[in-house]
């Protein structure tokens, strides 16, 4: 398992013992084939990109003619798995191939890299022992303020972080529902671009939020928190 940059063009982001690994292999199950040539690449893999194997998740279907592949090379050679962005296998397709690979007791290497969850829940200064991960929230607007409001309660009930994301599309809307259904109380941490060089990690109640002007977050990769 082999975290690649958040932000493409910081390689500096994965340590040197990650990229050791990465050159050892030449078979790779990706999220994104382009994202992980660049990536294969920029690492200065010795091994021609040509003459790396690549097979890509199917995004609509992760399983699709995934176990074939396995069944035919996992045994026989070992297989990196990458993910678009960060860690693969958290909020990532790759966690099919760790499945596989557990169900048929082939042995599995996480190694250390970024993951833009961590990083934020770092950042926003709420509780780190006890945090859920969403991943994308409802996009129906009544169902989206329906979640928000629950996680809002159960944050002053138990104290968990909730994490999510959204597309950066979207990012605008989502924060203007968030601000508009919960208490101006609410602790609301947003961390953008991270490991970027414009990235920030901003915690506010959601009161100052609202005096902001949304058009910030647009199309840019963002990470929510709400905590206390």
């Not at 557990?102 to 770092?122: F, Y």
């Not at 203007?176 to 109640?205: A, F, Y």
Request: contains cysteine.
């Amino acid at each position: 398992m082999i975290p690649c940059p958040i932000v493409e063009e910081h390689i500096d982001t994965i340590p040197e013992s990650t990229l050791k690994a990465l050159h050892a292999l030449n078979h790779f199950i990706v999220e994104r084939a382009k994202t992980a040539r660049r990536f294969i690449k920029r690492s200065d893999h010795p091994t021609p990109l040509q003459e790396i194997d690549i097979f890509e998740l199917n995004k609509h279907d992760p399983w699709e003619g995934l176990n074939e592949y396995l069944s035919k090379n996992a045994r026989i050679q070992d297989i990196g798995v990458i993910s678009e962005a960060g860690c693969p296998g958290i909020a990532d397709p790759g966690s099919r191939v760790v499945s596989w690979a557990q169900e048929h007791n082939v042995p599995v290497i996480p190694l250390v890299g970024p993951s833009s969850i961590l990083l934020a829940l770092m950042g926003s200064g709420f509780n780190g022992q006890q945090f859920t991960f969403h991943g994308y929230l409802p996009h129906d607007k009544g169902k989206l303020v329906k979640k928000l409001r629950w996680i809002e309660l159960d944050v002053q009930k138990n104290g968990s972080t909730h994490i999510f994301i959204e597309t950066p599309y979207r990012n605008k809307s989502l924060l203007t529902t968030t601000c508009s259904c919960l208490r101006p109380g609410t602790l609301l941490s947003i961390s953008i671009d991270l490991t970027g060089t414009d990235q920030e990690v901003k915690t506010l109640p959601i009161k100052q939020w609202i005096k902001k002007d949304a058009a910030f977050l647009h199309k840019r990769p963002a990470v929510f928190c709400i905590g206390r």
